[in-house]
């Protein structure tokens, strides 16, 4: 299956052996400072046809100076090796936790693994076989992690156009042109990563305050969650047509907050207000009509509320004043409840002698 690449990840990693590492969900390999050995031990890699070739192995590392590391590899046609006149299959025995680190090195020196010191782009042209096994060692105090591990059985486009006699496998001109050749393919995988990149739904999440720059949308650094930031990204050209109205700030809330919020607008309530002197509508409606209060259903913490003020002032009418009041618990009677004469809720709220001033606590009225 010539042309087949193999990704080396998360789930791959879990079903080894990586004594004195910590696997993380994206499939990066950290190494745990807290123990002495560090090892990582894969499963074979099963190419479907014997005498299969291989070719160019590479991942991505990060390695303080004083620290070396070491890659294994070999292929063999056969999965197993006789051990104690018993054949046992050669992936079981790497990937025990009970055998000795010795004894598998020992085994790695005696099988002809290869060894590669501290490279992260390898070419595995001399090795030959259906199945293909790889085992990482890391020695040294320091900080290290490993992800984007990948192994290519894919031919080299380069040397398939030159003539047969010059297609020698493993050769000087091979090895030559191979760096061409995997500067040309590190090239074409950046273009076909370009869809994801600028698909806003798989993006990695540090283009997506880039894209907003781009849309006219400020969203500061850091300041927003990521689920937020996409979506609003997403929206943001609908956002920019609906910008200065109610239905903008109704959009904005709804996507920050993930409920709906209600606006209130003087102009509403101006007559009313401006007839009767009605201190609450005051509060709520304000005093000029510039004034837009957003009534939330629930508390909120100051980094929501800064949040959802950040973003609304961007679509705010013009010279419009925006206050956020965040509305309390209140008692609430499920549905086909009913009081008769007299009933009472009782609610232990706060206590109140005149406007504005509230009393709190352990204060107490004799």
Not at 101 to 121: H, M, N, P, V
């Amino acid at each position: 299956m010539a042309g087949a690449s193999y990704s080396i990840n998360h789930n791959r990693i879990r079903r080894g052996l990586y004594p004195g590492f910590e696997l993380k969900e994206d499939g990066t390999l950290i190494l745990d400072p807290r123990e002495g050995v560090h090892m990582l031990y894969l499963r074979a890699i099963d190419a479907g046809e014997e005498k299969a070739s291989w070719g160019r192995l590479r991942f991505q590392v990060s390695c303080s100076e004083d620290m070396v590391y070491y890659l294994y590899a070999a292929a063999f046609d056969q999965d197993s090796f006789y051990r104690r006149q018993q054949p046992v299959p050669i992936e079981d025995f790497l990937c025990d936790a009970q055998e000795s680190r010795a004894i598998k090195r020992q085994f790695l020196q005696e099988a002809g693994f290869a060894r590669y010191t501290s490279q992260k782009d390898i070419l595995l042209y001399e090795l030959q076989g259906r199945y293909l096994y790889l085992v990482l060692e890391v020695q040294g105090e320091g900080q290290f992690s490993m992800r984007g591990m990948r192994v290519d059985r894919q031919g080299d486009p380069f040397m398939n156009t030159f003539p047969e006699v010059y297609r020698e496998r493993g050769s000087f001109f091979h090895r030559y042109l191979s760096v061409f050749s995997s500067i040309y393919e590190d090239f074409q995988e950046e273009i076909e990563e370009l869809p994801r990149l600028l698909d806003l739904d798989t993006c990695p999440a540090f283009l997506l305050p880039v894209y907003a720059s781009w849309l006219g949308l400020a969203v500061g650094d850091n300041f927003l969650e990521e689920p937020v930031l996409r979506t609003l990204v997403k929206e943001a050209f609908s956002l920019n047509r609906m910008k200065g109205t109610k239905a903008a700030l109704l959009r904005i809330a709804r996507i920050v907050l993930g409920e709906d919020v209600v606006v209130l607008e003087r102009n509403v309530m101006g007559a009313y207000i401006e007839k009767e002197e009605v201190p609450q509508m005051n509060r709520l409606y304000g005093r000029t009509a510039q004034d837009v209060t957003i009534l939330v259903g629930r508390p909120l913490t100051e980094v929501k509320r800064s949040q959802l003020l950040f973003l609304l002032e961007q679509f705010s009418p013009v010279r419009a004043r925006l206050h956020v009041v965040c509305l309390k618990r209140a008692c609430v009677l499920d549905s086909y409840s009913y009081l008769d004469w007299n009933a009472m809720v009782p609610w232990q709220g706060q206590g109140r002698l005149d406007r504005e001033q509230e009393m709190d606590g352990a204060v107490c009225l004799g």
